[in-house]
């Protein structure tokens, strides 16, 4: 166990659903981070949360919606979405947002776009 | 530019033997750190190690790190079939704000019996 929690670990949608991920930490912290890993490229960070406040979106398309109601919870609101979009997304927490320091991940939701 | 370029893509190795991946990266960093990834799971967190440290020890790895090269590596040592796994070098950069850190694409480890 992770202390990160990430539901569903397996999706598979159409490219006019809506559906939503969720994550959840236990570990106490006060930041968040959504990631994108798709084969053969490098993790990309896509959003960041620090108290519940966005303080990076790294030119992620409009059609992922974020959402951080608490510093325990982490949404990803998807619709409509491109076969590009199949990857694992995985979520991170750290103690904060400040520099150096470890970033604990959940296992990921496995996203397939038919 | 893509920062955390480790080498070898791929590394196939006996177990007792010693596994070495290595990273390159470009820019000046705050620090570097080593996470593994099991098949279908996330990443975790090996070990950290900021920019005025050249080597870093936690049980059985073994971090270097050069500034003046923008490389670092990460030795296992008297490997064991569970060590079978990626591994990912992460930079956060010295300027700009945050937690913020930018990941390589992997040494895929496999650790024979």
């Known amino acids: 166990e992770t202390g990160v929690t990430q539901t569903p670990r397996h999706l598979v949608m159409g490219m006019t659903n809506k559906k939503s991920l969720k994550c959840e930490q236990h570990?106490?912290?006060?930041?968040m981070y959504w990631y994108k890993q798709s084969a053969k490229k490098p993790l990309e960070l896509m959003f960041v949360?620090?108290?519940?406040?966005?303080?990076e979106n790294n030119s992620v398309p409009s059609r992922f919606s974020p959402e951080c109601p608490n510093s325990s919870h982490l949404f990803l609101h998807l619709h409509t979405l491109q076969p590009e979009d199949s990857a694992l997304y995985l979520c991170?927490?750290?103690?904060?947002?400040?520099?150096?320091?470890?970033?604990?991940f959940g296992d990921g939701t496995r996203l397939s776009i038919l | 530019s893509q920062q955390g370029e480790e080498d070898p893509q791929a590394l196939s190795i006996q177990e007792g033997e010693n596994a070495t991946m290595n990273c390159s990266y470009k820019?000046?960093?705050?620090?570097l750190q080593w996470y593994r990834q099991n098949s279908g799971r996330g990443l975790v967190h090996l070990i950290l190690?900021?920019?005025?440290?050249r080597e870093k020890h936690s049980g059985r790895l073994r971090v270097t790190l050069d500034t003046s090269k923008k490389s670092s590596s990460l030795l296992i040592t008297a490997s064991r079939a569970a060590d079978t796994a990626s591994y990912f070098c992460?930079?956060?950069?010295?300027?700009?704000?945050?937690?913020?850190?930018?990941f390589g694409t992997g040494t895929q480890l496999k650790v024979e019996l």
């Open positions: 991170a927490s750290s103690q904060d947002w400040a520099k150096g320091q470890p970033q604990h």
């Open positions: 570990l106490g912290h006060n930041a």
């Open positions: 949360y620090s108290l519940e406040e966005r303080v």
């Open positions: 820019t000046s960093i705050n620090n």
């Open positions: 190690i900021r920019s005025n440290e």
């Open positions: 992460a930079t956060e950069a010295l300027t700009g704000g945050g937690n913020k850190l930018t």
